[in-house]
């Protein structure tokens, strides 16, 4: 942001976005984005921010929003344009403020209603490892949050081995018992079918394991 920041008024710190030569194309991005949209008549046009956009800064964490840590960035990039400073110092202080926001921020209240979930996807049940949401996706069943990493696939190897296809049903078993039943498995060493009791083997891994009990109901 151009010049944020040096200024005692605020408004005039927020007297540009980007440089003179990116400005147009990231105000373009915003508008398609939906943050922004233009208002007016054919001789005069401004932008004004959407409720998306007023939703966006409202949630977000006041480090991130403030013109001010904008300006600080631009000052930054001058001093390595200078060579007072070297470019992974630079990244090496973003890295620590977004590691400690991630561990520190606590989601806004009423936030869910402000960005309410667009993927499509439906509550299953409650996530085993740190218990949000896991929810349903083209691929799996996955919890809401991506850091968690808590995933059950459709195109499990273990299922598929046995010819069996990872239903919703199962998956919500799982998540709920802890176990769920399949019948008619196929046997790769023998060809044959049986019936068993599968349990969820999670220990934390980049995989969730499963296991097989018989003669259980």
Do not use: H, Q
Not at 11 to 39: D, H, M, Q, S
Not at 41 to 60: C, E, Q, S, W
Request: net charge positive; with cysteine; glycine share 10%.
């Amino acid at each position: 942001m151009e010049n944020a920041g040096r200024d005692e008024d605020i408004e005039k710190e927020f007297c540009g976005i980007g440089t003179p030569a990116t400005r147009a194309g990231v105000l373009e991005k915003l508008v398609n984005i939906k943050l922004l949209e233009r208002k007016g008549d054919k001789k005069t046009k401004y932008l004004v921010p959407t409720d998306k956009g007023t939703a966006l800064i409202t949630i977000l964490p006041e480090s991130i929003a403030s013109p001010l840590t904008t300006a600080t960035w631009e000052e930054k990039l001058k001093c390595i344009e200078l060579d007072e400073i070297s470019p992974d110092e630079f990244l090496s202080e973003i890295k620590g403020m977004v590691k400690t926001l991630v561990g520190t921020y606590e989601m806004a209240k009423g936030s869910d209603a402000l960005f309410p979930r667009t993927n499509g996807g439906k509550d299953i049940g409650k996530c085993p490892r740190c218990g949000k949401d896991v929810l349903e996706n083209k691929k799996g069943y996955c919890c809401e949050d991506k850091a968690c990493g808590f995933a059950l696939w459709k195109e499990n190897k273990f299922f598929t081995a046995k010819k069996k296809t990872f239903t919703e049903k199962m998956a919500k078993d799982l998540l709920t018992t802890g176990k769920t039943k399949l019948t008619g498995c196929y046997s790769e060493k023998t060809g044959k079918k049986y019936d068993c009791m599968v349990l969820l083997d999670d220990t934390g891994g980049k995989y969730v394991n499963f296991k097989m009990e018989f003669g259980k109901k």
